[in-house]
């Protein structure tokens, strides 16, 4: 659709889906993730390393304000190959999700971890070393994508590869700390793979 002055028009209907779409996963995964928090805790379950969470946060919270900016103010519009960076999206949604479910109760946006349990081996994990970090950053790159805003897919790209150099060394050192240097070569995702 065509606005003013020739300017093709705010895909209103197709942000705000993306955007209510994201805030209901975001959502989601907070309230699963406190519920199995509760659980990890009664198991005896320690966390490590809680200090850089706020720039976990500050990255899912710039995405999206980013995102309206570029699209709405300065003018970024879906490209031809808009259909691309969805189907990139939407795999980025099949990896973290097995990855969530991989994990099971063990499962948090923090880095908990269970002594005394093995590192989770099944699903993407019998793979990847850490998939939920794959998915985000796949899910990062490709969603402004789909709205023509690079500069947004750039500028959250770098602040997430900082946010997430910090997060997986936290999680390994826990590993590490938890399994008495054995979990050298474990992974870990949100929250190491002992409870991820």
Do not use: D
Request: proline share 6%; charged share 15%.
């Amino acid at each position: 659709m065509i606005g003013a002055a020739g300017i093709p028009a705010v895909p209103w209907r197709g942000l705000a889906l993306f955007l209510v779409t994201l805030a209901a996963q975001r959502v989601g995964e907070l309230v699963h993730s406190a519920r199995n928090v509760r659980g990890l805790r009664r198991r005896g379950a320690r966390e490590y390393a809680a200090g850089h969470f706020a720039l976990l946060v500050l990255v899912h919270v710039l995405f999206p304000l980013l995102l309206v900016a570029e699209v709405v103010v300065l003018g970024s519009r879906p490209g031809t190959l808009w259909p691309l960076a969805l189907a990139f999206w939407l795999a980025a949604q099949v990896l973290r999700y097995s990855a969530v479910s991989a994990l099971g109760e063990r499962w948090s946006v923090g880095v908990w971890v269970l002594p005394g349990e093995p590192l989770v081996r099944r699903g993407p994990y019998r793979f990847l070393r850490h998939p939920n970090y794959v998915a985000v950053v796949t899910e990062l790159a490709a969603a402004p994508m789909m709205f023509g805003a690079w500069r947004t897919a750039i500028a959250i790209t770098l602040l997430n590869a900082v946010a997430l150099s910090i997060r997986i060394r936290a999680e390994e050192a826990a590993l590490r700390a938890a399994t008495g240097g054995s979990a050298a070569g474990a992974s870990a995702a949100p929250g190491p793979r002992a409870q991820e």
